[in-house]
């Protein structure tokens, strides 16, 4: 452009000129490089708000899911709390004929049939995920017993029931009689062989993903140093993943507190509270699933409501405490 013609225009027609002499200005590529990367930062930062705003509203609706649960099932139950009062979970009865509620023989049942199903469960379900962890973490073997695993965790629970009462129940029945217990066969050591199997995939699976997660030169210096593989397994593995390991078994813990169906169906279903492990008797989903349709009174029916309540805080409480265990287990 000739310096003297421009002078010219803007002496003569200053602001049309300057538009034209700014307009035909050609700006550096490392300038408009910069534009664009500040236009892109700009829409990345909106985005990332977005989703995060996104996040903390779906955070705050399942809060306040469980909140709208709890309060649902507080003031559903609310005449029977002010008709039993704390004596609901001491009562040692259970008589709706005599409106008379009493739900400590279940909640006791509950917990049985839940920590024993987790005691057996336990050696099978970290045995599975060091098996598919460490030994055998690849290959046709590890995916078909990976398979298998995750199709337990996939068979409705009314299917356990039925194989349990085909199955499980003549033999636990031939046990009983072998050791000089009355022979039923229907109990909570039943139920409790049910719910280990179902449980089993819960904490296996997140046994194997823990393993997997072990940093390869925390073994091989093991290894490095003459230890054996069950050394390595022992001093190195278990350690690194105890907290995933807990977490599993916690997890498995919560499967089979709120299990109804299959422990229905070979628990006995009795209200009285159990002398031994091969007694029959009663959790609390099990008695809610048999005896919600047949309240006829509005007692009834909130007694029952109330048993959802305490089943709720049961689980609430074992998971919290479930959760300390593991960040304690997590900063040691």
Do not use: C
Not at 65 to 75: R, S
Not at 132 to 158: C, D, M
Not at 174 to 201: Q, Y
């Amino acid at each position: 452009m000739d310096t003297s013609s421009v002078n010219n225009d803007l002496m003569t027609r200053p602001e049309e000129s300057l538009g034209r002499v700014i307009s035909s200005i050609k700006m550096p590529d490392f300038v408009s490089s910069s534009t664009k990367r500040i236009k892109r930062s700009y829409r990345q930062i909106r985005a990332e708000n977005v989703f995060r705003r996104t996040l903390i509203i779906v955070a705050l609706l399942t809060v306040v899911l469980v909140l709208g649960i709890m309060l649902t099932l507080v003031v559903q139950s609310t005449l029977s709390i002010k008709e039993s009062g704390f004596g609901y979970l001491t009562g040692k009865i259970w008589d709706p004929v005599r409106d008379i509620f009493g739900a400590y023989p279940f909640l006791l049942g509950t917990l049985l049939t839940s920590f024993t199903a987790l005691l057996i469960s336990i050696p099978f379900s970290f045995a599975v995920g060091i098996f598919l962890g460490e030994y055998y973490p690849k290959g046709w073997v590890s995916n078909l017993l990976k398979n298998t695993v995750e199709l337990i965790a996939a068979v409705p629970s009314v299917i356990y029931g039925f194989w349990g009462l085909a199955v499980l129940v003549p033999i636990v029945r031939t046990f009983e009689t072998a050791i000089g217990v009355n022979p039923v066969g229907l109990g909570i050591f039943t139920s409790s062989l049910i719910l280990a199997v179902m449980i089993v995939p819960y904490a296996a699976s997140l046994a194997r993903s823990m393993i997997h997660m072990v940093p390869s030169n925390l073994k091989e210096a093991a290894y490095a140093l003459g230890a054996t593989r069950w050394e390595v397994i022992r001093s190195v593995i278990l350690p690194y993943t105890k907290s995933g390991l807990f977490a599993g078994i916690l997890l498995s813990l919560g499967r089979a507190l709120g299990e109804t169906m299959a422990v229905t169906m070979v628990i006995g279903n009795t209200s009285l509270i159990p002398k031994n492990l091969f007694s029959p008797g009663n959790t609390m989903a099990s008695v809610i699933a048999n005896e919600f349709t047949e309240a006829d009174h509005p007692v009834y029916l909130s007694a029952l409501i109330e048993l959802g309540l305490v089943l709720f805080v049961v689980t609430i409480v074992i998971n919290m405490i479930g959760k300390r265990l593991v960040s304690r287990f997590t900063n040691e």
